[in-house]
């Protein structure tokens, strides 16, 4: 199944960079949508891709519904990413490497394990790299929900056992690593 607001926007026969021009968003934005690492749409570019499918005589609602099953893009958008990461479930059941000396974050070499890149890892389960990255670097101390709801729906049976690490990584670096 093909990301919902990628496929209004090639219906619209309306390139990435004319679309990313046209309505004044960043390239890194585009991407970011296209491959399902925001957790959701915002207003502003649904209201974009829905002119661009009025002006090009796409009736969005009909494939969504047709196509999707779902009512709005947002909907639609959540079901793609969901059905995503469950294609990529075996992927992230890597067992943890247990280290004992943390010299780095366990969630970044549980990252590593799982897709051997922070981005490749995002793309994959379809979270933000902001929060990936906060993350493991011990910024943010609990971990994200885009994280942890991604993670529970892929069914990562050793969830709380990395979030139990991490949390002990933080509180030895904020001790003096």
């Known amino acids: 199944m093909l990301n919902p607001f990628k496929r ?90 247990g280290q004992e000396t943390f010299d780095e974050s366990p969630f970044a070499v549980y990252v590593k394990d799982v897709a051997g890149s922070q981005q490749r890892f995002c793309k994959l389960l379809k979270v933000p790299s902001a929060s990936v990255m906060r993350y493991m670097d011990g910024v943010t101390q609990t971990m994200p929900r885009a994280i942890e709801e991604a993670l529970t729906q892929v069914s990562f049976v ?13 509180g030895v670096g904020l001790n003096g690593r």
């Open 8 to 97: 209004l926007r090639e219906l619209t026969t309306t390139s990435q960079k004319d679309f990313a021009e046209k309505y004044e968003v960043s390239k890194t934005t585009m991407i970011y949508i296209e491959s399902g690492q925001l957790v959701d749409l915002s207003d502003y570019m649904v209201r974009a891709i829905s002119a661009e499918c009025a002006n090009k005589s796409v009736h969005m609602r009909q494939v969504l519904k047709y196509e999707y099953g779902a009512s709005t893009l947002q909907d639609a958008y959540h079901a793609w990413q969901a059905s995503e990461r469950l294609l990529n479930a075996h992927r992230f059941q890597a067992k943890l490497s």
């Open 158 to 170: 050793h969830l709380n056992e990395l979030k139990g690490l991490q949390t002990k990584w933080v």
